[in-house]
Every structure is written in C-alpha cells, then in structure tokens.
C-alpha cells in the first residue's frame, strides 16, 4: 500500500499499482489482501478488477484467488502419456 494505491507484484515485468476506490479500505498482510468497505456492490467489484490482473490458472494454481475458493488442478501433458 501506498495510500490509496495497492501495488502489487503479480509476476509481470512490471508492478501493477491499483487506485481504491473511494469507500473502500484495503489491509495487506504478507500475500493476504483484505479489501473492507460499506457498499457489497462495489466492494464485490473492486476484488474482481483486483483479480483479473491475473486469474488462478488450472496447472499450477499461480494467480491472485478468493481466500474461499479452491482452484480445481489439471494433471498436464506429462499425466497423459500415462507414465
């Protein structure tokens, strides 16, 4: 955090700094982001901007997820040669 900047280090070549929305609050501790505000709509809508910066992928499970959500594995090319 930065003021009302969130900067975030998401595996780009470059940072990607994000500005808060008025209203809402966010708390980072370590990988942890806690975002907090009054209004669940656009509370709901700044996680999603958040998270497309880089969407869960299926193979290796890398990108920025919901603290309750559970990212379903693919086993990749290696599990279908039937080693």
């Not at 809402?24 to 901007?49: C, M, P, Q, W």
Request: hydrophobic letters at 35%; glycine letters at 12%.
């Amino acid at each position: 955090m930065a003021g009302r900047q969130l900067n975030l280090s998401l595996g780009y070549s470059h940072p990607i700094e994000f500005a808060l929305p008025e209203g809402i609050n966010a708390i980072v501790e370590g990988n942890t982001i806690t975002l907090s505000g009054i209004d669940n709509e656009l509370l709901g809508n700044t996680a999603y901007k958040v998270r497309k910066f880089r969407q869960p992928e299926p193979y290796k499970g890398k990108g920025v997820k919901y603290s309750t959500e559970v990212i379903r594995r693919k086993a990749g090319k290696s599990a279908a040669k039937g080693k």
